[in-house]
């Protein structure tokens, strides 16, 4: 007699199924590299709360972060290779994780060294906001020092816009998404052009003098 059990069970069809055509369209949909709203991302980031924003950032950038390696692959792909792709930014995959594509980048020099230390800033912040039990925010010593170490000299803003917490989130904002133009544009120096523009439409005085981020004014919400 056999001590083997004979498995009779019911097939769990939506595990080892195909996956849906919504869901498909769904991941298509939120991945299309499509050229950013970035006066309605600040917008949107500015009348989150503190933590929110901090990783809304860190996902925009990590989604910028994908597509600039999809730019390095050794072929082009198209909507057949969707599931492919997937397969290797998804968390098991070999750039599954946020640190592994900016290790990746910055080895390969896609990013270079000030941008890697900007990309890991971030990170260790939305890391922060996404698993803290405590209230995460910008008027927190430990959030602001660790915040302010991605303005100048490393970054693109002055080293200390605002003390003011509505003042530094501005400014995380504001770096964020001149972090977002160096990978878009592979250029810090055409990052530098982009934002400038990006300033005047957000109603911020260009650089290169001092940037005012202390104002607690935010471009209105577009509801639409």
Same mark, same amino acid.
């Given at each position: 007699m056999s001590d083997t059990t004979e498995n009779t069970g019911p097939r769990p069809s939506f595990l080892l199924g195909g996956t849906p055509a919504s869901i498909k369209s769904?991941?298509?949909f939120y991945k299309k590299s499509d050229v950013l709203d970035a006066a309605?991302? *600040?917008s949107e980031l500015?009348?989150?709360s503190d933590r929110s924003a901090v990783i809304l950032m860190a996902a925009i950038l990590d989604h910028s972060l994908i597509s600039l390696l999809e730019k390095h692959l050794c072929f082009k792909p198209n909507e057949s290779d969707s599931d492919y792709i997937f397969?290797? *930014?998804r968390f098991e995959g070999p750039l599954g994780t946020f640190s592994a594509r900016m290790e990746v980048a910055c080895l390969f020099d896609f990013i270079d060294d000030d941008t890697y230390q900007q990309l890991d800033i971030v990170r260790e912040l939305r890391n922060a906001c996404a698993h803290s039990m405590h209230p995460t925010v910008f008027s927190d010593p430990v959030v602001a020092n660790v915040v302010k170490r991605l303005f100048r000299p490393l970054g693109f *803003?002055?080293?200390?816009p605002s003390d003011h917490p509505k003042g530094l989130k501005k400014g995380f904002?504001?770096?964020g998404m001149f972090i977002i133009a160096c990978l878009n544009n592979n250029s810090r120096i055409a990052a530098a052009e982009w934002i400038?523009?990006?300033l005047i439409d957000v109603g911020v005085k260009p650089?290169?003098?001092k940037t005012d981020l202390t104002t607690d004014e935010a471009p209105p919400r577009d509801n639409s």
């Open positions: 769904l991941r298509r309605k991302i *600040f500015y009348g989150e397969r290797i *930014f *803003f002055s080293d200390s904002i504001l770096e400038n523009n990006l650089l290169p003098d």
